[in-house]
Structures are given as structure tokens and as C-alpha cells.
């Protein structure tokens, strides 16, 4: 036996000799620098550290805290190492640098050079001093769902000037201006860094902010803009951080009517518990810049935001992460939100992110049910699609104004779910001139049956008109709903209400 046995230790020993992890030479910070068409330069961090043959630290990607190295493994030479966010880097090292290569999660890949660099490099700014928690007046905006585009969803970083002036035009072209949509929002991707003075600049992907905002405004349209607390944005871009009052009298002074203020970096110079007063502070730095702008707070729903969003003067916050162009990722955002209704009203709403309608990742049938929660739910309707190429079939999903009606309701109350039984959902949304909005919804994927009372939804009054809003028709009075829904399918309707049941 013990021959054997010295011979099992002796190949164990030579198969680790080849996993052995780390590789030599892969210690320290490495910067690896993304330079932009548009005369911007993102840098990626890299903190490696490796002991006892394992290899830890994590990727600060644009400005972000760290993303720590999950598994690690050696492959062909090379240090193979998995994050969150579904990213896989391949790293070699190469004279004093390190030959990099990401895979990302939808199987895109980046490859480049990491130079050295220092510990240093990775720490966030010093925090300054925020005000002391106050409450903020309203600034009197968004006294319904504000509705208008945002670059992001569709076009990420390849927003620019001539993007934003075409969206315009095709926003009045299309009818959706005529239908309500006023806001053209410009989201990250649009800064380049400061002057002498700590101006922001603008990347040459925008070349006059005050002259766009001329033209949107010239189409009877408003411009908005993004920003972050933090000093990079989620995008690596810069932030506000210092420069709050600064930016908000530039805002003003470039004719802005609507800022997105996007926490981000600020999340590595801030705690939780300074999200409202970081908040507060643009709040402040708005109500004095001499416009009105409407304040959009993003911060993912952290430290329940709706229970302060309206004291630091927001006019909407988001509730969630980002969401993502298919139904899993909206179904599972639209139908969580009812909790929150009783915090949204004129002024001030739930924002569970921007509209995907368009975007090529759902079905139309799915595109409607997407449409129809978000106007139950009193959210901001910001469309996140091409507007210049969209199809006809988008357009009358974005522009059904019936259903839009519900949304721009001035009572502004948000719907809440009524029953939710084997799939199907029913929410209802009470109305200014007495009726409820009725939305039927089924969440499986196959052909559901549903059937209920309008006593069933909650409703406490005998139905004397309904109206179906998705095929624009009056139905027969009934005493309930009964029909059959294809999957991920919705039915809106606008129900009447007179006299008691008894
Ligand atoms: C965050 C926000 C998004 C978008 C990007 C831009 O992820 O939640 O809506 O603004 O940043 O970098």
C-alpha cells in the first residue's frame, strides 16, 4: 500500500503544480484605460492579490466600488477569474503590464492593456460635509406622471446632438407629443470633465447644450439631463460632486427642464444614511438655480426614498434596479410595486423605471401589458425606444390615449392589486370623475381563464358603463369580468360606477 499511496500524493502534487493559482506577477492595481470616440478616457481598475495560491481583490468598472473576484482558475496560460454581473476576465501579465480580456455576460468581449498603478488611485474622494436634513418646498412640478423619452434604454452611449434632435422631431411627427409626451431626456454619456473655473463640459458628442435645448424647446418640447451626487456617474462619466449649485445654475442657464440624478459613485463617499441629505442638496442647488426643473431621483428604491423623495423637492424616484428589455425582468418590476401606491400622488410618483416598448425584447401583446401597468401604476412614461424607426404598432401602444388617460388621471392615485388568483392579476385605479380603471392581467406564459364580480375587484358601486380601452369599445353593463386571456396578456377597462350594491 504504501508504494501507492506515495504514488497518489506524488500525482496529486503535479496536478496542483498545474492549477497552482495565482500566476506570478499578477499582484497590485492595474489601470486599464477605454478611450472614447468623443475625446472621453474610462478607466477600469484591477486589484489583485494573491496568497496561499488563491487569488482575491475584484474590478472597479468607470468609478464603481468594487465588483470582488468570485472563482478564479488557470486556463491556457492564462488567469481566468469570474465576477458578478456575469463578467469573466482572462489576464496575463505582459513586461510591467497586464493583457486583459473581458467577456461579458451577453458574450461581448473587450480586450486591452492595464498599466500599473496605485492603491491610491482606488480611493473615492473625501467626503463634503451635506446639509443638515430639512424639508424642502414642493417646486410645484409634475402635477401628473411626467411623460416624454430617455435616451438610455435604447441607445446607452450612443446618444448624441443629432440623436436627440431627430427624437424631437419624430416625437411631434409620430402624434406622441400630441398624446402628452414632453420631456426628451438626455441620460448618461453626455459629460467631459471640467474647466479652470469647474464648468461642466460637454463631450463632442453635444456641442452646444444651449442650442439643443433651443431646438426642443422650438418644437414645443423641453430637454432634460443627467447627473450624479457621486463624482463619476454610473457610466464612468463626471458627476455633480462639488459642483451642485455650479451645475444647477448651468442647467438653468442652458435652458434644462429636468435633471435625473443618479447616486452611483456617491454610494463609495457617502453612507445610506446620507441619501436624503445628498439629495436634498440638488434639491436645494434646483429650487435656486432660478427654472423649474423636475427633479428625478434614482437611486434603485435605497432607504425607502419614497418616504422622503417629496421633502428634498423630488418629483420622482425610482423603485428598483434598472430593468432590462424582457419579461421576466418587467414582470418582475411591474408587479411588485402595489405597496408603494399610497406614497405616489400629484407631485410625486413611484418611478419603476423607464418604458422598454419598442426595444425588440417582448411581444407586442407583451409591450401592451407593459404599457398598461405602468399607467395604472401612475409611473413616469418615458419611452426608451427608437422613436425615428419604430414601428406603427409601437407608436399606437405609446399613444393609446385612453390608456395614457389613466396615467395623466389628475386625481393621480396609484393602482393597487385587487386580487391575484392562479396568475391572474386584477388591479384597480380609482379615477377623478368617479370611475376605476379595471386592469386584468395574466402572468402565465399559456391561455388563462379569469373570472370575478366587480365586488370580487373591490369595487362598491353597481357598473353602469365599461369600457374596453385596448380595443376602444363599449361593452354590455355587467355585474364582473369574465373571459379567457392569452399569456402575458392584459385587459383594460374604464368601469362606470352609480348607486350602492347592496
Ligand atoms: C444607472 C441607471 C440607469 C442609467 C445608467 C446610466 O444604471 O439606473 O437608468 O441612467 O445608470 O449609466
Wanted: charge should be negative.
Amino acid at each position: 500500500m504504501k508504494p501507492h499511496r506515495l504514488s497518489a500524493f506524488v500525482l496529486a502534487s503535479i496536478l496542483l503544480s498545474f492549477v497552482r493559482l495565482p500566476a506570478a506577477g499578477l499582484d497590485g492595481v492595474w489601470r486599464l484605460d477605454d478611450p472614447k470616440p468623443w475625446g472621453v478616457k474610462l478607466h477600469t481598475f484591477i486589484s489583485l492579490h494573491t496568497k496561499d495560491g488563491a487569488l482575491t481583490g475584484g474590478v472597479y468598472p468607470n468609478g464603481s466600488g468594487e465588483i470582488p473576484i468570485r472563482s478564479a482558475r488557470e486556463e491556457a496560460g492564462e488567469t481566468v477569474f469570474a465576477m458578478d454581473w456575469g463578467w469573466t476576465f482572462h489576464v496575463r501579465p505582459e513586461g510591467e503590464n497586464l493583457r486583459v480580456k473581458v467577456v461579458y455576460g451577453d458574450g461581448k468581449t473587450s480586450a486591452g492593456l492595464a498599466v500599473p498603478a496605485t492603491a491610491a488611485e482606488l480611493q473615492p474622494p473625501v467626503a463634503i460635509p451635506l446639509p443638515a436634513e430639512r424639508v424642502l418646498p414642493d417646486n410645484g412640478l409634475a402635477r401628473t406622471p411626467p411623460m416624454g423619452w430617455n435616451s438610455w434604454n435604447h441607445f446607452a452611449e450612443n446618444v448624441d446632438e443629432r440623436v436627440v434632435r431627430e427624437t424631437a422631431d419624430a416625437m411631434v411627427k409620430s402624434g406622441m407629443a400630441a398624446a402628452g409626451y414632453v420631456y426628451i431626456n438626455i441620460d448618461d454619456t453626455w459629460e467631459a470633465g471640467r474647466d479652470a473655473k469647474g464648468e461642466i463640459l460637454t463631450n463632442s458628442k453635444f456641442g452646444d447644450m444651449k442650442a439643443l435645448a433651443d431646438y426642443v424647446h422650438s418644437k414645443g418640447l423641453k430637454l432634460g439631463i443627467y447627473s450624479s451626487p457621486g463624482p463619476l456617474t454610473c457610466g464612468g462619466y463626471t458627476g455633480s460632486f462639488g459642483h451642485e449649485e455650479q451645475d444647477a445654475r448651468t442647467y438653468a442657464r442652458w435652458g434644462i427642464d429636468y435633471l435625473k440624478y443618479d447616486w452611483c459613485s456617491a454610494g463609495r463617499v457617502y453612507p445610506n444614511a446620507l441619501l436624503r441629505a445628498g439629495y436634498q442638496k440638488m434639491g436645494e442647488a434646483l429650487l435656486s438655480s432660478g427654472r423649474p426643473i423636475v427633479y428625478s431621483l434614482c437611486e434603485y428604491g435605497m432607504g425607502d426614498v419614497w418616504t422622503w423623495g417629496p421633502l428634498v423637492s423630488g418629483n420622482l424616484w425610482r423603485t428598483t434596479g434598472d430593468i432590462s428589455d424582457n419579461w421576466a425582468s418587467m414582470d418582475h418590476i411591474g408587479f411588485n410595486q402595489g405597496a408603494l401606491a399610497p406614497f405616489a400622488g400629484p407631485g410625486h410618483w413611484n418611478d419603476p423605471d423607464m418604458l422598454e416598448v419598442g426595444n425588440g425584447g417582448m411581444t407586442p401583446t407583451e409591450y401592451r401589458t407593459h404599457f398598461s401597468l405602468w399607467c395604472l401604476l401612475s409611473a413616469p412614461l418615458m419611452a426608451g425606444n427608437d422613436l425615428r424607426t419604430m414601428s406603427d404598432e409601437t407608436r399606437d401602444i405609446l399613444s393609446n390615449r385612453e390608456v395614457i388617460a389613466l396615467d395623466q388621471d389628475p386625481l393621480g392615485r396609484e393602482a393597487t392589486r385587487a386580487f391575484a388568483r392562479g396568475g391572474i392579476e386584477v388591479f384597480t385605479k380609482p379615477l377623478v370623475d368617479g370611475s376605476v380603471a379595471v386592469g386584468v392581467f395574466n402572468r402565465n406564459a399559456s391561455d388563462t381563464p379569469a373570472s370575478f364580480s366587480w365586488v370580487d375587484a373591490g369595487l362598491t358601486r353597481r357598473a353602469v358603463g365599461i369600457r374596453d380601452l385596448w380595443r376602444h369599445l363599449d361593452l354590455p353593463v355587467s355585474e364582473g369580468f369574465a373571459g379567457t386571456l392569452p399569456g402575458h396578456s392584459c385587459v383594460i377597462l374604464r368601469v362606470k360606477p352609480v348607486g350602492i350594491i347592496r
